[in-house]
């Protein structure tokens, strides 16, 4: 029964992006089976739609880049915070934690994006929003239950600090680091409101989540799709929008049941230390 | 390398200390190096940006250069007729979010533990964590779907009575469909830590609850219950934490100027007078206000939840 209802809204949309567009226009209520006859023009017209297309596109770009630097700083700090007896250790730890109590708020840090000339760049999604405090605090749980002994013996063999990072720590850390991975992509993913704020003339740069707002949300689709045959578009306004919905999220879907295990993990990890 | 452990680091002086610190970690140090500095640009910075919040800020004049107010912009907030609407939400929006969306995943974390078959447990659990990869822009695309004006919650409305037409644009619903929403994208998510809570109770109570003649409602209550109650209660003050701290990415994407009444909450407030009106230095010290409440009460929190359990966030 609750499977149902939290799979039902999903279906919904999927019957939605396949049915007659007259149909879903003029019928009411939830979508069980394709209503008429199942057609895919909603893809077949989103396929042919350069906006469309080069908002999947960048919301690529973002996310690899994205998850790929915050990965890598976040790996540095959580190896830092795991690190005993650094004599800056707790300085360094307190310098972290204190970014997820008091944050200078939106304002500030739109004005300090928009001092460094970041804003309508891809940068300003890339770089701004791409390292979490709260990773790190998982990451670095993960890192210290790597055993001492075994890091004592690289160093005693030579090892530097770096070394020991590469050769011992991250080829034991796989499956946290396949969930920070997660983490990071799934929120980078998804994320609208960075762009909002800082691609405001940008339009070409826009992420998929934002095209996809404009599409449902402030029925602006006219100068979204202008750019195909207009009768057609008029016609299949509704199934573009479920459509589209569709393929902004069928690669999470996708992802997902390959990453459940580490995805459990990880929130275990995160609930008892975060 | 030498051992990075010294034991006589108490009696050495401190110049040494630091000295010897940097001899054995510098490599440590310089690892650390890119995490400070992206922190100080993109966290510390905007901290030392509040500052804002007593000026009357103006982007060519800089922070240095615009006018000092003193506390004009949070007096002006105060006075403001949005004052106590917008701290009614908030409150209002974070309370009701919690007396539904704190138990229910308690209870549905139960439920699963009393099913016995392993398989479908799996299945529905899977299926639990599904919505919350779902983006905010989906789910509220989705919810404009449902609830305009002949959408399925609309209609479900219109048959228990309601008549005022699409519910998305109806202030009264506001609050309904952004918790219930919520509930549906979290609630998978948020019984992870019940269930992993539930699968350390300890077995033989439940025997030793068997003999006593316990049936399944009594071993729930007197058994698994106490056995969770810790988690439950440290959940529960890191939720009272975050009160006053409702997000505004959802509520901006839900909310248009017919729901206002109910559904402008403080951070909506700072995004369109900060953002779309540009008034820096006001809506920076409204923002401060609400951050700075935050944190005391976070602080509080942590502190009860330090005593009653001996666990706190740090």
Not at chain 1, 201 to 227: F, G, H, M
Not at chain 2, 214 to 235: D, E, N, S
């Amino acid at each position: 029964m609750l499977c149902i209802i939290f799979f039902l809204p999903v279906w919904h949309v999927a019957m939605g992006s396949i049915s007659d567009p007259l149909k879903v226009a003029s019928t009411s209520g939830l979508y069980l089976k394709p209503l008429g006859k199942a057609t895919l023009g909603g893809y077949k017209l989103i396929m042919q739609n350069s906006t469309i297309l080069r908002a999947y596109g960048n919301t690529i770009i973002y996310v690899v880049a994205s998850t790929a630097l915050g990965l890598f700083l976040n790996i540095l700090a959580a190896y830092v915070m795991s690190t005993k007896g650094l004599l800056f250790g707790k300085p360094f730890a307190l310098f972290i934690v204190f970014t997820m109590i008091f944050s200078g708020g939106l304002v500030p840090t739109f004005m300090v994006v928009n001092k460094l000339g970041l804003m309508d760049t891809r940068w300003a999604l890339i770089i701004p929003g791409a390292l979490s405090a709260y990773n790190i605090i998982i990451m670095r749980t993960s890192f210290a239950g790597v055993p001492g002994e075994m890091l004592d013996a690289a160093k005693i063999d030579g090892a530097s600090e770096i070394k020991v990072l590469t050769k011992i720590i991250l080829p034991v850390s796989k499956s946290i680091i396949a969930v920070i991975v997660l983490f990071y992509a799934v929120q980078h993913w998804n994320a609208w409101f960075n762009a909002a704020l800082y691609l405001q003339k940008a339009r070409n740069l826009y992420p998929l989540q934002l095209t996809l707002r404009e599409i449902v949300l402030q029925s602006t689709e006219n100068s979204i799709i202008a750019d195909a045959d207009g009768q057609d578009v008029m016609i299949f306004r509704p199934l573009i929008k479920y459509a589209t919905i569709m393929i902004s999220t069928i690669p999470m879907m996708a992802l997902y049941p390959f990453v459940q295990k580490y995805f459990v993990t990880g929130v275990m990890i995160g609930s008892v230390k975060g | 390398m030498k051992s990075t452990k010294p034991t006589n680091y108490v009696k050495t002086p401190f110049g040494q200390r630091l000295k010897r610190d940097f001899k054995n970690h510098w490599q440590m140090y310089l690892l650390a190096l890119p995490v400070i500095a992206y922190f100080l640009i993109f966290s510390y910075a905007p901290m030392f940006g509040v500052f804002m919040a007593f000026e009357k800020y103006q982007i060519k004049k800089g922070i240095f250069g615009s006018t000092i107010v003193g506390l004009a912009n949070f007096r002006r907030f105060f006075m403001s007729p949005f004052f106590w609407r917008l701290l009614r939400n908030t409150l209002l929006i974070s309370l009701y979010g919690l007396l539904f969306s704190f138990p229910l995943p308690i209870i549905f974390a139960l439920c699963l533990n009393e099913v016995r078959n392993k398989k479908f447990k799996k299945t529905v659990q899977t299926i639990s964590y599904l919505p919350y990869f779902i983006s905010v822009v989906v789910v509220v695309s989705i919810l404009f779907d449902f609830g305009k004006a002949n959408g399925l919650i609309t209609n479900i409305a219109t048959f228990f009575g309601w008549d005022g037409g699409a519910v998305i644009s109806s202030s009264k619903w506001f609050r309904t469909l952004y918790i219930g929403s919520n509930l549906w994208q979290h609630l998978g998510y948020n019984s992870i830590i019940f269930i992993s809570a539930l699968a350390t109770v300890d077995p033989t109570l439940y025997e030793a609850a068997k003999i006593d003649g316990a049936g399944r409602w009594k071993q729930t209550l007197h058994v698994t219950l106490p056995g969770i109650a810790p988690t439950i209660i440290v959940l529960l003050i890191l939720r009272l934490g975050q009160i006053m701290g409702v997000g505004y990415e959802k509520i901006i994407l839900m909310y248009g100027p017919s729901t206002y009444e109910t559904a402008d909450v403080i951070s909506s407030y700072v995004y369109r007078v900060g953002i779309l009106d540009a008034d820096y230095g006001y809506s920076t010290a409204v923002n401060l206000f609400n951050s700075v409440v935050n944190m005391v009460i976070l602080c509080i929190a942590n502190f009860i939840s330090r005593k009653v359990n001996e666990t706190s966030i740090w």
